[in-house]
C-alpha cells in the first residue's frame, strides 16, 4: 500500500523537536497540572514501548521518582521483552513497578464469550488496565497519566474509555517520531528505543502493519494536514501516495468521536459544553 | 527578587533574575539629572477565576515592588482574573468602585507607587472589557480596554467581551519624584500585533508603551526561538526603536488547561536593545531603571518622530477613506 515518499526537507524540520526545552516545558506541565488539582503524585501504566516509557521517565523528572507509580499489567500472551523492557525503564529511574497480572480477569471474563474476536479481547485488555489503573489511583493518591501520542489520537488508534482515558497527558501533542526523539534525549534503555512499536495485544501484533503505513509517513502526512493546514491535493504533490493520504483522512474522519465527550441532547438553553462554558483549571 | 506566593510548576530561582534588579536604592532626594525611575515587571502567575486570592498577592507584590524602590510595578494582562475565563467572564468582572480595586488605589498611596493591574471592567451598559487600570496616588489615572480581541486558534475573546475603541496617551505620574515628565499609553497584548496602535501611540508623544500581556506558548516543538516569544521578541524591539520610546512587556507565568505562558517579560529601550528580561516562564518580579536621559540620546541619534510627516500620514489616510466612502 504504502511507497517511500521523496525525502521532503521541509517536512524533516517541521517534525523535529528541541528536545531539551520540550521536555522542560512538559516537567513544569506535569508539575503544576498534578499539583493544581491537590495531589502530589502520579500513576502511570507502563507497557515496556517508548510512549509510557517516556512519560514514565517525564513524570519522575518532573516530580521526584517517590511520586511516581508505574504498573505493569501483562496478559499471558504478552512479549516477555515487554516485561524486561518495562523493569530496566524502572531500574534507570529508580522506581519499583508494581505488576498486576490481567491474565485471571480477563480470561474469566470471556469463558463466557469464548467467540469474541481479538479486537474485542485487545479493547477488553485496554479496559482492564485502565480500571486497575485508576482502582491504583484511589489507592495511592496519585493521579493518572496519559500515554497516547498525536499519531494515535488521531488516527483513533486507542480503546476509548481504555489506553485514552487519563487525567493528564503529557505527549498528546507530539507525534509518535517525536516521542522518539524525546525519549532518545533522556535515554530510555536501548531496547525501548529500538523495538518496532506495538501495542502488545495479540501475539506479533504490529503498529505499522495494522496500520499499513511506517510511523514516518503517517506523521509526516498528519504534521502536513493537521499542523500545516495543506489540502490533500498539497499533500501528494509532495509526492505521498495517495492512497495513503486518503486512508489518512479517513481514519481522523472517522475516529472523530474518540477525541470528544459523549454527545448531550440539546433541551435547556444552556448545556453542558455548548453554552455552559468553563476551562477545566475553573478556580485552580 | 522573586514572588513569595509561588505556583507548582513554576519555580522560581533567585538567581535567573538578572543583575538589573535594585537592592536597597537611595532615597532620591534632589532632581536627577538622568531622570531615572525604577519600573518593576511583575511576571505574575493569577489564579484563574479566584479575584480574592489574585487581589491578596497583588497586594504583596505592590508593598515588595515599593520597598526595592519601584516607581511603578506593571502586573501582566487580566493579572486580577486569569485568562481563559470563558463563562467566568461577567462572574468575576469588577468596576472602577469595586472593593478589590479600591484596595490597589490604597496600596499604590501607601507605597507611593504607581501600579498597572488588569481586570474584566464592566461597563454601566453591562459590557465586559479586558482592561488595564494605570493607578497612582490612590487614583484611576488611565483606563486601556483592549481593542484588538484576538478570536483565533486558541483564542476566543470576542464571544466573551467587548473591544475598546481608543488609544490613548496619558500623563505618568511615575517621575514626580525626579521632577520629570512621562506620556506613556498601554497596549494589551494582541493590540501590539496591529503596528497602528504603536502609531498612534508614538503620534500622542509617548515615552512609554507598557504591554501587558498573556500570551500563550505555541510552535513550542522546534523551541522557544521560533515560536511566539520570537514574535514578541522582534514587535517589542522594532516598537521601540522606530518610535523611539522605551517598550515594557509584562508577560505573565504558569498554566491553564494545559496551555503554558511562556514568561519573558522584558523592558526594551528606546534605541531597541533589550536592557533587562526574565529569561523564563518562572514567576518573578523584574527591576530596571528607566532613564529621561536614555530617551533623549536615542532622539538625537534618530530624531524619526521629529520627522514623522504626519500630514502625508493624514492626506493619504484621508484619500483612502474618501475612496471607501464611495465604494
Known sequence: MSTTPR????????????????????????????RKVGFERVIVGLSGGVDSSLVTALAVSSLGADNVVAVFMPYRSSDPQSQIDALAVCDSLGIAAKVVDITPQVDAYFERFPDADRTRRGNKMARERMSILYDHSMAERALVLGTSN???????????????????????????????????????????????????????QSDEDEL????????????????????????????????????????????????RPPVIAKLSNRTIDREFRYPRDWGR | MVLERSRTGVIPTQESVPEATASEPEPITAPDPSGAVIVALAQFYPRLGDVGVNVAAHLTTIAAAAAGGAGLVVFPELSLT?????????????????????????????????????????????????????ISGGDVVHVHRKVYLPTYGLFDEQRYLAAGDRFRAFDAPLGRRTHHHWRAGILICEDLWHPTSAALLARQGVDLIICPSASPGRG????????????????????????????????????????????????????????????????????????????RRARVAYPLLRDERNDVNDAETDRLRRRHTRG
Open chain 2, 82 to 134: 486569569g485568562y481563559f475565563l470563558k463563562d467566568q467572564a461577567p462572574e468575576v468582572a469588577l468596576t472602577l468602585d469595586s472593593p478589590e480595586v479600591h484596595a490597589l488605589l490604597d496600596a499604590s498611596r501607601a507605597g507611593d507607587i504607581d501600579v498597572v493591574a488588569g481586570l474584566i471592567l464592566e461597563s454601566d451598559q453591562h459590557r465586559f472589557y479586558n482592561a488595564s487600570l494605570y
Open chain 1, 150 to 204: 498525536k499519531t494515535e489520537l488521531l488516527l483513533g488508534y486507542g480503546t476509548l474509555f481504555g489506553d485514552m482515558a487519563s487525567a493528564l497527558n503529557p505527549i498528546g501533542d507530539l507525534y509518535k517520531t517525536q516521542v522518539y526523539a524525546l525519549a532518545r534525549a533522556l535515554e530510555l534503555p536501548h531496547s525501548v528505543l529500538t523495538k518496532p512499536p506495538s501495542a502488545d495485544l495479540w501475539v506479533g
Open chain 1, 212 to 259: 499499513g503505513m511506517r510511523y514516518a509517513v503517517v506523521d509526516s502526512v498528519l504534521n502536513l494536514l493537521v499542523d500545516e493546514r495543506r489540502s490533500r491535493a498539497e499533500v501528494i504533490a509532495l509526492g505521498f501516495d495517495p492512497g495513503d493520504v486518503d486512508a489518512i483522512v479517513a481514519r481522523v474522519r472517522g475516529s472523530q468521536y474518540k477525541r
Open chain 2, 220 to 295: 513550542l516543538l522546534q523551541g522557544e526561538a521560533v515560536g511566539t516569544a520570537s514574535s514578541y521578541d522582534v514587535m517589542t524591539r522594532t516598537y521601540a526603536q522606530l518610535f523611539t520610546t522605551y517598550l515594557l512587556y509584562c508577560n505573565r507565568s504558569g498554566f491553564e488547561d494545559g496551555v503554558g505562558f511562556w514568561g519573558g517579560s522584558r523592558v526594551v529601550d528606546p534605541s531597541g536593545s533589550v536592557v533587562a528580561e526574565v529569561p523564563g516562564a518562572q514567576e518573578a518580579v523584574l527591576f530596571h531603571s528607566i532613564e529621561r536621559s536614555a530617551l
Open chain 1, 7 to 34: 525525502p521532503i526537507d521541509s517536512d524533516a524540520d517541521t517534525l523535529a523537536v528541541d528536545a531539551a526545552f520540550v521536555i522542560e516545558r512538559l516537567r513544569g506541565f506535569i508539575a503544576d497540572g498534578v
